[in-house]
T-cell receptor, first 112, second 116 residues
Framework: DAKTTQPTSMDCAEGRAANLPCNHS???????VYWYRQIHSQGPQYIIH???NNETNEMASLIITEDRKSSTLILPHATLRDTAVYYC?????????????FGKGTHLIIQP | NAGVTQTPKFQVLKTGQSMTLQCAQD?????MSWYRQDPGMGLRLIHY???????DQGEVPNGYNVSRSTTEDFPLRLLSAAPSQTSVYFC???????????????FGPGTRLLVL
């Protein structure tokens, strides 16, 4: 799996857009970008994933650069409940045999 | 949909006792897995299943058994609890269709286990 680099922590004001960057300069053509988050004391939560194109769902948007070497997760209107550790994972889809590996992630703190 | 449910939420065991952690999902997902999360260790895969009747070992399977008799349920059994098994246990499920789908895992709320 390609190595990812994320900032250790970020602050964002409530109601503003939170933009979380992830660098994955060694990504290969068949590797997807996945974003998960873990709110304190809860199970990890899937947010979004993409391969080449930008993606949007009810939770967030994922912007992947044209060269695929970096991506940005956007929470359009952050709330206090979005305070969590956010993980960017890059891997080939293979399921089952290899569990998800979360790195250190970005601790996003939403300020009131 | 209830998603992935786990019971119990908390459990205290004495060394040597056995117990079963329950996991159920109502999303008709083929893939299910069990992880443990320890402070500073991240998630570690214990066992997984790619469908009813099929299970396999993950990274840290010793001391745990699993079975998958139905698509919905994937219980984790601790055979003889040890203090080293004190952890938070998460069950997850994922679907097999769609681009990148198998890595889109939905996690339960976790079971916090303390072994004395």
């Amino acid at each position: 799996d390609a190595k990812t680099t994320q900032p250790t922590s970020m602050d964002c004001a409530e109601g503003r857009a939170a933009n979380l960057p992830c660098n994955h300069s060694t990504i290969s053509g068949n590797e997807y970008v996945y974003w998960y988050r873990q709110i304190h004391s809860q199970g990890p939560q899937y947010i979004i994933h993409g391969l080449k194109n930008n993606e949007t769902n009810e939770m967030a948007s994922l912007i992947i650069t044209e060269d695929r070497k970096s991506s940005t997760l956007i929470l359009p209107h952050a709330t206090l409940r979005d305070t969590a550790v956010y993980y960017c994972i890059v891997r080939v889809e293979r399921g089952g045999a290899d569990g998800l590996t979360f790195g250190k992630g970005t601790h996003l703190i939403i300020q009131p | 949909n209830a998603g992935v449910t786990q019971t119990p939420k908390f459990q205290v065991l004495k060394t040597g006792q056995s117990m079963t952690l329950q996991c159920a999902q109502d999303m008709n997902h083929e893939y299910m897995s069990w992880y443990r999360q320890d402070p500073g260790m991240g998630l570690r895969l214990i066992h997984y299943s790619v469908g009813a009747g099929i299970t396999d070992q993950g990274e840290v399977p010793n001391g745990y058994n699993v079975s998958r008799s139905t698509t919905e349920d994937f219980p984790l059994r601790l055979l003889s609890a040890a203090p080293s098994q004190t952890s938070v246990y998460f069950c997850a499920s994922s679907y097999s269709h769609g681009l990148g789908g198998r890595e889109t895992q939905y996690f339960g709320p976790g079971t916090r286990l303390l072994v004395l």
